[in-house]
């Protein structure tokens, strides 16, 4: 929360509030920015989706409700708890949730939850992509009809997450359930850390992320990071594999690519055909 708090001092004016907290033996604590922020003019597109929690909500909500900047992407996740850590003698300590957090317009974007039931809670996000709301806004619910208002008017709501002002529906079109099995398990960055380890030296003699990226095509990798997971017991399907050959190549061209240059390498080339980014992008530029 902490952390969240300065870096939206960066872009707000003086007086803004950033969020508060408030429980029921807690005293309400709220954040306003100091004015001290460097890049309080400057133009911002905040990227969400359905994993972004906490920390990042508490953000993407000082920005949109203080219509500081267009948030882009799909509904966030939706934790909106303070907890405090109570230390004991022998080492050991409490975690307890003691407030909730809102942001400037009143909102609290925690999940519901009933007491005691665990699994419900864990199962949310499952639910809400089997109710296709991955894909569509419309298929999206807010279990708080209340209306809540933006410095400058808009309507928002609250109860489960924050909900973008430009909504990006998840593409799966190049997805298949070989590539999900290697990306799941994590095979495509192994194998790119042992490619990029292995070819190091011929590697490193690339100092533009767009020519080694050339390069990587041309090496054609393919063939070895099949051998490679088929020796995991990931069993090649060629038509999944031809699906997703695209986007494979992108992921782990761009791992290595990360691995060798770096993150200003990095970046570029795995956000380069992301749908969110490129729709980011062209705010940003004044197409949208």
């Given at each position: 929360m902490d952390q969240a708090i300065k870096m939206a001092n960066e872009f707000l004016q003086t007086g803004?509030?950033?969020?508060?907290?408030?429980?029921?033996?807690?005293?309400?604590?709220?954040?306003?920015?100091?004015?001290?922020?460097?890049f309080k003019d400057v133009p911002l597109i905040v990227l969400?989706?359905?994993?972004?929690?906490?920390?990042?909500?508490i953000f993407a909500g000082a920005m949109q409700d203080n219509d500081r900047a267009k948030i882009i992407g799909r509904r966030s996740f939706g934790k909106g708890l303070v907890q405090q850590q109570f230390p004991f003698e022998d080492g050991s300590a409490v975690r307890l949730t003691v407030a909730r957090y809102y942001t400037p317009s009143g909102r609290c974007i925690q999940k519901p939850y009933t007491l005691g039931d665990k699994d419900a809670y864990q199962q949310d996000l499952e639910e809400r992509f089997e109710h296709g709301e991955f894909y569509s806004a419309d298929s999206i619910h807010f279990t708080d009809t209340t209306t809540y208002r933006t410095k400058n008017g808009r309507i928002v709501y609250g109860g489960g997450g924050i909900m973008p002002d430009i909504f990006v529906g998840r593409d799966t079109s190049q997805n298949s359930p070989y590539f999900n099995i290697v990306s799941n398990r994590a095979y495509t960055y192994q194998f790119a850390y042992r490619y990029a380890d292995t070819h190091r030296k011929q590697l490193t003699k690339f100092t533009r992320w767009q020519d080694l990226e050339k390069h990587l095509i041309a090496a054609n990798w393919v063939p070895e990071?099949?051998?490679f997971c088929q020796e995991k017991?990931?069993?090649?399907?060629?038509?999944?594999?031809?699906?997703?050959?695209?986007?494979?190549?992108?992921?782990?061209?761009?791992?290595?690519v990360r691995d060798i240059m770096g993150d200003a390498g990095f970046f570029p080339l795995y956000e380069r055909d992301d749908d969110i980014t490129k729709r980011a992008i062209d705010v940003l530029i004044g197409k949208d």
């Open positions: 803004d509030l950033i969020v508060y907290s408030e429980g029921r033996a807690y005293p309400r604590y709220e954040a306003r920015a100091n004015g001290g922020g460097r969400i989706d359905n994993f972004s929690a906490s920390a990042s909500e990071f099949v051998k017991g990931v069993e090649p399907n060629e038509q999944q594999l031809a699906k997703s050959r695209t986007l494979l190549v992108r992921i782990v061209n761009a791992y290595i």
